[in-house]
């Protein structure tokens, strides 16, 4: 053993703060456990809240509460099918128009750009992400849909308004303005999940290609693109799941108007922005119970969507950890 | 001789991956004894169970018994951290704190025990250095970020952090692997001046080095103990054939 | 030449058209992507530097035709929303985190534990204003600031977890092993060793998160509601700039309508200022 002076010194006073020491670690421990559980319990009283409170409405008007295009809360009969409908196909637009978009950025930002570019580039995609839905909708109204309307709607319904699709007057406002702004919306989540997805494939697969005389494009195509695409679809399930949810931006320039028309340039509505509009004037026991059935069935929808993208994602990524690192 | 550490049919598991199949062997105070063997063989396993740092990787399991100084370090009634903090331990890359200067790396086990007095910290953090053969290098500059130091500084710091706690046993898993042959001398230096008060066990990929430095020699293969004797012994007489086909570089 | 030479050479020529041509492709849809940001950038740059003075933020919203409204109470709430969100969402985030990668990170506990905060990750905050109009502006019978700081603060917590959860596991196992053969308690590596390593880290990841639920509006709409008055007790009703903007946003008056941009500039500098701050420093900081 060591000489006693040293030990008084230096072991003794820590041996003292040691003895309190032994219920700290528990109690540090019980913490963080008591916040991880906190967490799952919140989740689970979210869920509990959402199903007690919307049963009046899922009893009383059942499936037809999804088919049904009637919303007449002075008659008292709720039935969400516009909502649903405008939610769906702004939706729909948005990833068929982010997709394409977000990969190729994800490709050129990954695979093209030099270090020096892709870096400040990446970021101002970023960027796309920290704007507040609520300025999206601002600029929608008075920069985007204008825009729209005399540049897109207009030389299209000159073209081609015996489409049904295309036809009626371009009021700017509507699903497509919707379906775009969403899409700008959701560029940056594919794009952020895809570069990561890109980014991993590994340099052997790139090589391998490379070494056989492939293009670039040639790369992509048969060693990045197989690799990373099960990710990929997992980053377009998210934007997915986050357009479907998008309340602020769609609510101020969908039009508000719950009808389903065939036309892409007509007014819509959506299921968030009808929840946005109209929660706090519901006056009675029932339309308040729909309305939360609304967000029941957002919840849900998203919910499923976030789990399908966890596999998707994670079906790509990472073994476990090991061994003992130094 | 003393006996300071009497390990007794040790076995230690990765989860369902038995890495040491019940070793026993006896290490003397004040000496220095060396750990070889091929990589993979348990040897830093081994060397973790003599501070209960095994058990800290998730699903790893110990069984058997160990002896410090009397105390059966896996009895119920013992803390690990007392035990930790009896025994010093450098690892294989220098890990400093990078949140910490100089002078709180070296003072950190102590403050961190509880120890304020800035008197005893100090006079502790020179001894500690010095001691470490690093008191020189840094003194002017104890404010500085630990990771400003070299690799081998920063290995210097780590022990010399490690002996602030003033153990009476030092534990070195491959403590000059990382480092330039300079920093390596160093290093062994050091071990041979550090015996003359602590207890130290040093495992080694370098059989010159355990040569050099080492009183005994382990020589581990596959988690069990082969051969176990004075260094001079294992280098020049071994009994086993297969310690011999290892110092004689004829296998892994 | 060979045979198998000669044809390589031959279709090598319509491959590097179609390389080009994807090449092209991938740049433009990336050029396309920045026009709306530049779009949205300018716009506000443009049209809010005009009305954002310091009376804007200082005084009270005013009736359409009296000179001098501003955003001041909308700023002040949105200060108090964003606060009561820190202060909720930053201790359960960080100690779960905590938890996750310090105590246990594989199991079925963890795992849940992860996919209910990348579920509440993906819940439309909309659906998080309903849940706290339930909880809270029911039992209450009145809009608060307390929901409304609720609100955000649930939207808070994954973001904290997560990102504190991948700071903390930069922290690489030699430093917690090289405390714990000092002999320090756990909670003590926690504490003095771990999140000051992870500190830079996290602290960017918190301000992300804040920066992201300061603009958030629709929940705020079930919750904290609004007020056109100077308020910051937390049982009533309070304004925030999201809102301000909104109710701006969507008036027919032009007067209005420029406040709104106004309001929008001075919120995206808050956002902005917020995360250009924390990306730059994760940036220049990767643990090494
Ligand atoms: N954290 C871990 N999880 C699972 N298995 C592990 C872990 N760490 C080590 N092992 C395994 O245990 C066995 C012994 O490892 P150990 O690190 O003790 O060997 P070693 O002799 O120190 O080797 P080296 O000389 O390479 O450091 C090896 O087969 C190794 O793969
Ligand atoms: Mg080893």
Known sequence: MLDKDIKKKAINPKDKSNAQNIPLDKIFKALTFTASLGVILLLGFIIFKLFMESALSVEKFGFKFITSMEWDPVKGEFGAGAYIFGTIVSSLIAILIATPVS?????????????????PVGFLVELLAAIPSVIYGLWGIFVFVPFIRQYI????????????????????????????????????????????????????????????????????????????????????????????????????VIGNRPEIKASLFAPAHSMAAVIANEFTEATDDIYLSALIEVGLLLFLVTFIMNGLARFFIWSVARGPKGGIRQ | MEKVIQVNDVKAWYGSLQTLKGISLEIFKNRVTAIIGPSGCGKSTFIRCLNRMHEVVPGAKVEGKILINKTDIYSSQVDPVEIRRKIGMVF?????????????????????????????LDESVEKSLRRAALWDEVKDRLNHSGMSL????????????????????????????????ISTLRIEELVQELKEQYTIVIVTHNMQQAARISDYTAFLLNGELIEYDITENIFTKPTDKRTEDYITGRFG | MSEIQNQYAKRYKPRKIINYLMLTIMLLSTLLALIPLFSILTHIGISGIKALDLQFITNLPAPVGEPGGG??????????????????????????????????????????????????????????????????????????ALA???????????????????????????????????????????????????????????????????????????????????????????????LQIFTYAISPFDEWHNQAWAGSLLLILVVLFLSIIARLATRGNKLN
């Not at chain 1, 990969?103 to 870096?119: D, H, K, Q, R």
């Not at chain 3, 504190?164 to 430093?175: A, H, I, N, R, Y």
């Open chain 1, 103 to 119: 990969v190729g950025i994800a490709l050129y930002l990954t695979e093209i750009a030099p270090p020096w570019l892709s870096t």
């Open chain 1, 153 to 252: 709607q207009k030389p299209i319904g000159d073209l081609f308004g015996w489409i049904p699709l295309f036809s009626g007057p371009p009021l700017g406002i509507g699903m497509l303005s919707a379906g775009l702004i969403l899409a700008i919306m959701i560029i940056p989540i594919i794009t952020a999940i895809s570069r990561d997805i890109i980014s991993s494939v590994p340099t052997l697969q790139r090589e391998g290609a490379m070494a056989l005389g492939a293009t670039r494009w040639e790369v992509i195509k048969y060693a990045i693109l197989p690799f990373a695409k099960s990710g990929i679809l997992g980053g377009i399930i998210l934007g997915m799941g986050r357009a479907l949810g998008e309340t602020m931006a769609v609510t101020m």
């Open chain 2, 92 to 120: 294989q890359k220098p890990n400093p704190f990078p949140t910490m200067t100089i002078y709180n790396n070296v003072a950190s086990g102590l403050k961190l025990n509880g120890v304020k007095n800035k008197r005893v």
């Open chain 2, 150 to 181: 070299s690799g081998g500084q920063q290995q210097r710091l780590c022990i010399a952090r490690a002996l602030a706690v003033e153990p009476d046993i030092l534990l070195m898993d491959e403590p000059a692997s990382a480092l330039d042959p």
């Open chain 3, 71 to 144: 955003m001041g109470n909308a700023l002040v709430g949105t200060l108090v929303l964003v606060s009561l969100a820190a202060l909720m969402g930053i201790p359960v985030g960080v100690l779960t985190a905590i938890y996750l990668s310090e105590y246990q990170q594989t199991g079925l506990f963890p795992s849940t534990v992860r996919f209910v905060a990348d579920s509440l990750l993906g819940i439309p905050s909309i659906v998080v204003g309903i849940f706290v109009y339930l909880i809270i502006v029911l039992p209450m019978k009145s809009f608060s």
């Open chain 3, 148 to 242: 409304g700081g609720v609100a955000l603060g649930i939207m808070l917590i994954p973001i904290v977890i997560r990102g504190t959860e991948g700071m903390l596991k930069m922290v690489p196992d030699s430093l917690r092993e090289a405390a714990l053969a000092l002999g320090m308690r756990k909670w003590r590596v926690i504490v003095s060793i771990v999140l000051p390593t992870a500190i830079k880290g996290i602290i960017t990841t918190i301000m992300l998160g804040i920066a992201r639920v300061a603009g958030e509006t629709a929940p705020l709409l079930l919750t904290a509601f609004g007020n056109h008055f100077w308020s910051t007790k937390l049982d009533q009703p309070i304004g925030a700039l999201p």
